[in-house]
């Protein structure tokens, strides 16, 4: 089959679609025939060898595809050839095929289009394991996504906003504000023009974030430990701003506040499968009623994978990347 | 009545038995005659003026009492006179009487002696509301106690080991270690001979910590995530080692873990009536039942304040001091 491969470390540049062997599922797999491949920030790292593939996983790019199932291995009897499925991936993505364990597999929702289904089981899994699962948001909590704009910012404000919370985010141009105003959110800050901190204070009334979610980390960990609500959890998702800062205990339990690090690749299969079946109870109803929808920014054919990598390092995109075999 | 004052801020000298104001209590309310108060290190960093007590709360020092109900408030129907009991206080415990919300008072549990049963409330509530119902230790999970030999140390050691976890601890004299092997430690670590998260990998076989209970802060940060196992949690709730360090958040995503912050004292008093409701029903039977125990270090006249004080300071003892008046 074809795939997008990384034969070297190193720009866009690098990534090469060449001819590599068929995968075949293992008794527990799911063999699918990709019809996209959703593009995350993850993939970038991956590209310039900074984030290995977990031992065990596809060498290939990829967290996440939609497809046709092509073929189920002996112990599967959840899903069958011919259905129309996304799958939350280790790795392997970027490739006309893929195999997946079947706890990761979730059917296309009702009413959305199959290569889009390539945009949600990574922005959906993330924005529930951490948001709701992990941080527990409920109902008039405040919620500030690092992000908005973003695959799983656009995701989390309209995942949060139907659970009845109000939602604040950061953004950098006033073109994205406006995207995640449309989505919901009530809180817009233009990190390039003001403090984030003040900003969300003056905006609640002094109360902050009840859960921030956050793909910035050193460069924000001081000031979100400064914007959490009593009792608010901070969870760090991505390193964009670095991995490592000083962080003030007194300030934390001041608020009796938590930070919290994840991430989604490093879980267990079992895990993983836990995270898909509470998104597919919690999350894809609200996707089949309407409520929220994904967000897509382009969809790029394979051929042109280095310039769906730099659309994500340029950051002028709303919503997600998608590539198309 | 006669009370504990601390007319000016230093070291143990400066407290000063004197007359003060008889407290009344409002109509939610109890008074309590106090058989005795524990002495916590947060009394001593009061002394010392770098722990203010929180708006509202009596300047006098104390946050637990045993004792007997003298009167309660108009709306007060769970407790009458004659009560034996102790309660949990933001203050004011160091004094022939204190007034407490209703909600913050338990029953000395039947066969506890009233004066011993001044050790529990803050004890059990700083466990149970940490270690359980923020850090939720399950069976069969790891606890790493830092300070195993403390007041708190030796009431975590046993209703952990009651809730089937095993227990680490650390502490800095084979003397004290045997008392935590006493209580139901397994994994007993010298802090000045060994390093911890050496050891508990050694010990676990490489699992680390469920959960750590930890009263250093600063300066075991960075140990203490290194310790953490998947999905870890480590709750901080003293600053004996500092308040700022350097935290790697991409060690902190590696093991999924989490760094919280809490104190007690700051919480409302909604919230400490729903940790004093939550030790009443899950603590309680245990003590009841004998399997868990005040552990008491001694109990000192109200006139020797200053020494109570110097034990807490000196470090050499096990368990909790209690002041009698």
């Not at 296309?108 to 699962?133: I, K, M, Q, R, Y």
């Amino acid at each position: 089959m074809r795939a997008i491969t990384i034969p070297e470390f190193g720009d866009e540049q690098v990534l090469t679609l060449a001819d590599v062997p068929d995968p075949t599922p293992g008794p527990g797999d799911v063999l699918i025939d990709v019809a996209a491949a959703g593009v995350n920030r993850a993939d970038l790292l991956q590209r310039k060898g900074f984030y290995d593939p977990p031992a065990g996983a596809s060498p290939l790019p990829g967290l996440e595809v939609s497809g046709t199932v092509a073929a189920v291995g002996a112990d599967v009897t959840d899903w069958r050839p011919g259905d129309r499925v996304c799958a939350l991936l280790t790795g392997g993505g970027y490739a006309q095929q893929v195999v997946v364990p079947a706890g990761q597999v979730l059917p296309v929702p009702e009413g959305v289009d199959l290569v889009d289904a390539a945009g949600l089981p990574e922005v959906v899994c993330t924005v529930w394991s951490n948001v709701f699962d992990t941080a527990r948001l409920r109902a008039g909590d405040v919620l500030l996504i690092h992000g908005g704009s973003s695959g799983i910012g656009t995701m989390a404000i309209q995942l949060a906003v139907a659970a009845g919370a109000t939602v604040a985010v950061t953004a950098g141009t006033a073109a994205k504000l406006d995207a995640c105003r449309d989505l919901g959110a009530t809180i817009l800050i233009n990190y390039r023009e003001e403090d984030f901190v003040t900003e969300l204070s003056r905006l609640t009334d002094g109360h902050g974030a009840d859960v921030i979610l956050d793909v910035i980390g050193a460069k924000y960990l001081d000031r979100n430990v400064s914007a959490l609500a009593d009792g608010g959890r901070l969870v760090v998702i991505g390193l964009q701003g670095g991995a490592t800062a000083e962080l003030n205990l007194g300030k934390l339990m001041a608020t009796r506040g938590s930070v919290i690090g994840t991430t989604l690749r490093s879980r267990t299969d079992a895990d993983k499968a836990r995270v898909v079946a509470g998104v597919r109870e919690q999350a894809w109803p609200l996707i089949e009623a309407g409520t929220v929808r994904p967000i897509i920014f382009e969809r790029v054919p394979f051929a042109e994978a280095p310039r769906a990598h730099r659309i994500l390092a340029d950051s002028h995109h709303v919503g997600k990347v998608l590539l198309v075999p």
